[in-house]
């Protein structure tokens, strides 16, 4: 059977590509050159569908799959193995021999390569001619456009219908058209050379899925790309090749053009942004596919010599000998290979079939970086000081450096773009198993590399030229099935797989402003995707335990860490009200039960911390306790933690069962305070704080973290500091329950004293953590004064009971009463009115009874000094019996002499204390 050699010739969209499948598959044997590696992969996976993975073989300059039982064999042009006896042979886009870089190869195949059954050469119509002249015995067969094109003219980019392609031909006008796009569209997919092939790919399929509705591109959209592109505007019609700035011809127009349209879908072309209009010429030659004959295309002489340097770059030299075969002197391989025996290192005499073809297959590296004649020059030299020797090899430490530096998937579209230019090189040297050490590693580790540099560029064009999120949205709204909603552990929420917000607690927070066309994208879709989502977590709420909530300091109640209600003022302050934070897209009564629950959660966990109030709130506990204990029951209640009862006038008489009955509740009733211990613990004040400052709608002071005492400023009321548990000493706030055990020992001092005059050792700061400097503010606030001073030093020996202490003053005293009683007060029977009796000023029954007549004129009788209360009993300015004659005036007391008050500046100024540790 001898061999058929035909030629399919049309524009796009005539099928041919599909046809030589079609006719490969029917043979035992096939092979098929394509322009492009991405088109190449493309075919792959066809023809593995039809004949399967261990059948087919993929070729490119970068990427060899290759079983060992391939019976097909799909590759790029440039590496078709043209030793391979197969039945068949397609080689496509047989114009592109006219490419001044590539044309030679495509020309050679041409000429050269068959098939032993049928060989098809497909491309377009205006290949009819040449192919007629270089009298090849060729089988022409013209292909009709399934569809037609048609020119509609200029139209500004805004106004471009949807599924519309624009193609540029500079990366920065590219860019510029695809930031457009995105803020008026919802973005674009960018297409362009430079791009790896599954960036490219990715790109793509994002069109083709509808995510964007428009593609920006360079002329890469021309060769291969199946897209279903309904028009095509050109942005401009010149472009750079490489050497020069020129315009497109109408073919080449043509090309890009007939992107548009699929199969029987008519497509349209015209121009945008400053492109000028085509001629009318033009336009209707590309309507009707009418374009001037190609009249010669690139040729190289396939019979080199490999003997020496000098006799190679000879026999490249040598025309074809037809007017049709040109030669092109220019090409970046043969430019190269002169450099390099021009070069010392390598010298033009080289000698040796082995050692002029090393070199010849090293100046024909593909220039993926575009880095201009020199710029690739000099990459292909280094390596030639490495390689020259055909049994050299690139050292796997030396290449692991080099990839280390190009393995980062971190940096904006240009660095991503450098990085895949130059990992595509080392990928096509690792393909190279006479180059590497271990070119099967290397082919993994370059190819791995490439595709996570791929993925990061992919996603770098997205987020800088689409929002998905808009364009997912917009699309998924016009259906009538639900949205399909989810939501990440994190809290995001994915609306068609796109992240549209986050649901904090019951909180949407959409990603975009909703006052935005986007952001109103997402606020509608989050109100019917959302809804499921908060109704769920409504009733996880609902029948969550009590350990899942937590309180915190803004009085909010989180819920998988996220507040998701918050308190407000309720009837009192230890009663709040609760309130849903959020859910506003579900309706009242379905947030109620969550509500409930939530409240019902609050009120425990106030019980909880606070069990003495939550009695004294909730259960009435306090309606136990009679006359003056339930006033001080309530007053505690009410005030949070503490009150101080030096301020009261007249002083407190508690008996010992009113302080038994007030400790069987849960309060202390002392000298100074009555305080509740366990509201003075770090988790009882916090929440204390928390409910004062919902009750009063603003921030609430809370002392230090487990302070026995701490300095205070002009933020401290008297109020917060009750609440907190804390009396003023002075410009110092002590914790009520150490301020009672400091009173405590100060009594026990003056007992062990035996007078009124004793000595406080310094140690006894550390009761109350006070530094030394404070420290005799806090003894006034016990109502404690000078006694005696060093004659020398100034300082405090003796201290003595001057008179009852004003917090506010640390220790000022009130003036002296009138007759020795209480002010308005009259005496009482069996009451000494000139004295205490002997249990002091908390009262009780005096020793031997009520008077009963003697001492009534005003002898006070002596306190029982082994009495607990014995200490307080000088809380007033010792009075004499009243005379019986007129009263004289009485001179002022000197500091440290009884019936007076200690002068503050004066005696406090002579303190001379070791510094508090």
């Given at each position: 059977?001898?061999?058929?050699?035909?030629?399919?010739?049309?524009?796009?969209?005539?099928?041919?590509t599909h046809?030589?499948?079609?006719?490969?598959?029917?043979?035992?044997?096939?092979?098929?050159g394509?322009?492009?590696r991405?088109?190449?992969?493309?075919?792959?996976?066809?023809?593995?569908?039809r004949?399967?993975?261990?059948?087919?073989?993929?070729?490119?300059?970068?990427?060899?799959?290759?079983?060992?039982?391939?019976?097909y064999?799909?590759?790029?042009?440039?590496?078709?193995?043209?030793?391979?006896?197969?039945?068949?042979?397609?080689?496509?886009e047989?114009?592109?021999?006219e490419?001044?870089?590539?044309?030679?190869?495509?020309?050679?195949?041409?000429?050269h390569?068959?098939?032993?059954?049928?060989?098809?050469l497909?491309?377009?119509?205006?290949?009819?001619?040449?192919?007629?002249?270089?009298?090849?015995?060729?089988?022409?067969?013209?292909?009709?456009?399934?569809?037609?094109?048609?020119?509609?003219?200029?139209?500004?980019?805004?106004?471009?219908?949807?599924?519309?392609?624009i193609?540029?031909?500079?990366?920065?006008?590219?860019?510029?058209?695809?930031?457009?796009?995105?803020?008026?569209?919802?973005g674009?997919?960018?297409?362009?050379?430079?791009?790896?092939p599954?960036?490219?790919?990715?790109?793509?399929a994002?069109?083709?899925?509808?995510?964007?509705?428009y593609?920006?591109?360079?002329?890469?959209?021309?060769?291969?790309l199946?897209?279903?592109?309904?028009?095509?505007?050109?942005?401009?019609?010149?472009?750079?090749?490489?050497?020069?700035?020129?315009?497109?011809?109408?073919?080449?127009?043509?090309?890009?053009?007939?992107?548009?349209?699929?199969?029987?879908?008519?497509?349209?072309?015209?121009?945008?942004?400053?492109?000028?209009?085509?001629?009318?010429?033009?336009?209707?030659?590309?309507?009707?596919?009418?374009?001037?004959?190609?009249d010669?295309i690139?040729?190289?002489?396939?019979?080199?010599?490999?003997?020496?340097?000098?006799?190679?770059?000879?026999?490249?030299?040598?025309?074809?000998?037809?007017?049709?075969?040109?030669?092109?002197?220019?090409?970046?391989?043969?430019?190269?290979?002169?450099?390099?025996?021009?070069?010392?290192?390598?010298?033009?005499?080289?000698?040796?079939?082995?050692?002029v073809?090393?070199?010849?297959?090293?100046a024909?590296?593909?220039?993926?970086?575009?880095?201009?004649?020199?710029?690739?020059?000099?990459?292909?030299?280094?390596?030639?000081?490495?390689?020259?020797?055909?049994?050299?090899?690139?050292?796997?430490?030396?290449?692991?450096?080099?990839?280390?530096?190009?393995?980062?998937?971190?940096?904006?579209?240009?660095?991503l773009?450098?990085?895949?230019?130059?990992?595509?090189?080392?990928?096509y040297?690792?393909h190279?198993?006479?180059w590497?050490?271990?070119?099967?590693?290397?082919?993994?580790?370059?190819?791995?590399i490439?595709?996570?540099?791929?993925?990061?560029?992919?996603?770098?064009?997205?987020?800088?030229?689409v929002?998905?999120?808009?364009?997912?949205?917009l699309?998924?709204?016009?259906k009538?099935?639900?949205?399909?909603t989810?939501?990440t552990?994190?809290?995001?929420?994915r609306?068609?797989?796109?992240?549209?917000?986050?649901?904090k607690?019951?909180?949407?927070?959409?990603?975009?402003?909703?006052?935005?066309?986007?952001?109103?994208?997402?606020?509608?879709?989050?109100?019917?995707a959302?809804?499921?989502?908060?109704?769920?977590?409504?009733s996880?709420?609902?029948?969550?335990?009590?350990?899942?909530?937590?309180?915190?300091?803004?009085?909010?109640?989180?819920y998988?860490?996220?507040?998701?209600?918050?308190?407000v003022?309720?009837?009192?302050?230890?009663t709040?009200?609760?309130?849903?934070?959020?859910?506003?897209?579900?309706?009242?009564?379905?947030?109620?039960?969550a509500?409930?629950?939530?409240?019902?959660?609050?009120?425990?966990?106030?019980?909880r911390?606070?069990?003495?109030?939550?009695?004294?709130?909730?259960?009435?506990?306090?309606?136990a306790?009679?006359?003056?204990a339930?006033?001080?029951?309530?007053?505690?209640?009410e005030?949070?933690?503490?009150?101080?009862?030096?301020q009261d006038?007249?002083?407190?008489?508690?008996?010992?069962?009113?302080?038994?009955?007030?400790?069987?509740?849960?309060?202390?009733?002392?000298?100074?305070?009555?305080?509740?211990?366990?509201?003075?613990?770090?988790?009882?004040q916090?929440?204390?704080?928390?409910?004062?400052?919902?009750?009063?709608?603003?921030?609430?002071?809370?002392?230090?973290?487990?302070a026995?005492?701490?300095?205070?400023?002009?933020?401290?009321?008297?109020?917060?500091?009750?609440a907190?548990?804390?009396?003023?000493f002075?410009?110092?706030?002590?914790?009520?329950?150490?301020a009672?055990?400091?009173?405590?020992?100060?009594?026990?001092?003056?007992?062990?004293a035996?007078?009124?005059?004793?000595?406080?050792?310094i140690?006894?700061?550390?009761?109350?953590?006070?530094?030394?400097?404070?420290?005799?503010?806090?003894?006034?606030?016990?109502?404690l004064?000078?006694a005696?001073?060093?004659?020398?030093?100034?300082?405090?020996?003796l201290?003595?009971y001057?008179?009852?202490?004003?917090?506010e003053e640390?220790g000022?005293?009130?003036?002296?009463?009138q007759?020795g009683?209480?002010?308005g007060?009259?005496?009482?029977?069996?009451?000494?009115?000139?004295?205490?009796?002997?249990?002091?000023?908390?009262?009780g029954?005096p020793?031997?009874g009520?008077h009963?007549?003697?001492n009534?004129?005003?002898?006070?009788?002596?306190?029982?000094?082994?009495?607990?209360?014995?200490a307080?009993?000088?809380?007033?300015?010792?009075?004499?019996?009243a005379?019986?004659?007129?009263?004289k005036k009485?001179?002022?007391?000197?500091?440290?002499?009884?019936?007076?008050?200690?002068?503050?500046?004066a005696?406090?100024s002579?303190?001379?204390?070791?510094?508090?540790?």
């Open positions: 059977m001898s061999s058929v050699l035909k030629a399919i010739l049309g524009p796009t969209n005539t099928g041919k046809y030589a499948i079609e006719r490969m598959t029917g043979y035992g044997t096939g092979m098929i394509l322009p492009l991405l088109l190449a992969r493309e075919v792959y996976d066809r023809v593995v569908e004949k399967g993975a261990a059948h087919v073989a993929l070729v490119t300059g970068e990427e060899r799959i290759v079983p060992p039982t391939a019976r064999w799909v590759c790029t042009v440039e590496s078709m193995p043209v030793e391979k006896r197969v039945d068949f042979v397609a080689i496509d047989i114009q592109l021999a490419d001044e870089d590539r044309g030679h190869v495509f020309t050679d195949r041409i000429l390569l068959r098939g032993t059954h049928e060989t098809l497909l491309g377009s119509d205006t290949m009819r001619s040449l192919l007629r002249r270089l009298e090849l015995n060729v089988e022409t067969e013209p292909r009709e456009r399934f569809s037609e094109l048609r020119y509609t003219g200029h139209a500004k980019i805004t106004k471009l219908p949807k599924r519309t392609a193609v540029a031909f500079s990366a920065d006008e590219v860019y510029a058209i695809g930031e457009l796009l995105r803020r008026q569209k919802g674009a997919a960018i297409v362009m050379g430079a791009l790896s599954r960036t490219r790919n990715a790109q793509v994002m069109y083709q899925l509808g995510e964007v509705d593609i920006v591109a360079t002329d890469a959209i021309g060769m291969g199946n897209l279903d592109v309904d028009r095509v505007v050109f942005a401009s019609r010149s472009k750079f090749d490489g050497r020069r700035h020129r315009l497109l011809t109408s073919a080449e127009c043509a090309q890009i053009a007939g992107r548009a349209g699929r199969f029987r879908t008519d497509g349209e072309f015209g121009e945008t942004a400053t492109c000028p209009p085509m001629d009318e010429d033009m336009w209707r030659a590309i309507e009707a596919h009418r374009f001037d004959p190609v010669h690139q040729w190289r002489n396939s019979d080199l010599d490999f003997s020496s340097l000098r006799l190679l770059i000879r026999s490249l030299e040598k025309p074809s000998g037809h007017a049709a075969l040109i030669h092109n002197p220019h090409a970046l391989d043969e430019w190269v290979l002169r450099r390099m025996s021009e070069d010392e290192a390598i010298g033009p005499h080289v000698a040796g079939t082995r050692k073809r090393r070199l010849w297959d090293l024909r590296l593909p220039d993926f970086r575009k880095a201009g004649p020199e710029g690739h020059a000099r990459l292909v030299l280094g390596l030639a000081e490495t390689l020259a020797d055909p049994d050299a090899r690139l050292s796997d430490k030396g290449l692991e450096r080099r990839l280390d530096d190009l393995s980062s998937i971190q940096g904006d579209i240009a660095k773009q450098q990085r895949l230019a130059n990992i595509r090189t080392w990928t040297a690792a190279r198993p006479d590497l050490e271990n070119p099967e590693k290397w082919q993994d580790r370059t190819r791995e490439e595709d996570s540099l791929s993925d990061a560029l992919h996603e770098a064009l997205t987020a800088r030229f929002d998905r999120r808009t364009t997912a949205l699309a998924s709204l016009k009538e099935d639900a949205l399909v989810e939501l552990p994190e809290g995001d929420v609306v068609e797989g796109h992240v549209v917000g986050r649901l607690g019951l909180i949407f927070e959409p990603v975009l402003d909703a006052r935005t066309l986007e952001g109103k994208a997402v606020r509608n879709a989050a109100q019917t959302v809804r499921p989502l908060i109704l769920e977590r409504l996880l709420i609902v029948a969550a335990p009590d350990d899942a909530f937590r309180l915190n300091d803004e009085g909010e109640i989180e998988i860490n996220s507040p998701v209600a918050r308190l003022k309720g009837s009192a302050w230890m709040p009200r609760v309130e849903i934070a959020g859910a506003v897209e579900v309706d009242p009564n379905e947030r109620e039960p509500r409930q629950r939530l409240e019902a959660w609050a009120m425990a966990e106030i019980a911390v606070l069990p003495t109030h939550a009695k004294l709130a909730n259960e009435k506990s306090g309606e306790l009679e006359g003056l339930r006033g001080i029951a309530f007053r505690v209640l005030s949070g933690a503490a009150v101080d009862l030096r006038d007249p002083n407190l008489r508690l008996s010992a069962e009113q302080r038994e009955a007030l400790k069987g509740i849960g309060i202390r009733a002392g000298r100074v305070a009555a305080h509740v211990p366990d509201a003075q613990k770090p988790a009882a916090r929440m204390i704080a928390i409910l004062r400052a919902v009750e009063a709608g603003q921030p609430f002071p809370l002392a230090p973290e487990g026995g005492s701490f300095a205070l400023d002009g933020t401290w009321p008297e109020e917060a500091l009750a907190n548990g804390y009396l003023r002075g410009k110092r706030a002590v914790r009520a329950d150490l009672e055990r400091l009173g405590w020992e100060i009594s026990k001092r003056r007992k062990e035996g007078k009124n005059a004793f000595a406080i050792e140690d006894l700061a550390s009761v109350v953590s006070c530094p030394a400097d404070d420290w005799p503010a806090v003894l006034k606030g016990f109502g004064a000078p005696e001073k060093d004659k020398e030093t100034g300082a405090v020996t201290w003595r001057a008179s009852r202490a004003r917090p640390g000022a005293a009130r003036g002296p009463r007759g009683q209480r002010g007060e009259k005496p009482e029977a069996g009451r000494s009115q000139g004295g205490r009796g002997p249990k002091g000023p908390r009262g029954k020793q031997g009520r009963q007549g003697g009534r004129g005003g002898a006070s009788k002596q306190a029982d000094p082994d009495s607990p209360f014995a307080l009993a000088v809380l007033l300015p010792e009075k004499k019996s005379p019986s004659k007129p009263r009485k001179k002022k007391p000197r500091d440290g002499q009884d019936g007076g008050a200690p002068k503050a500046a005696s406090e002579g303190f001379v204390y070791k510094p508090f540790q």
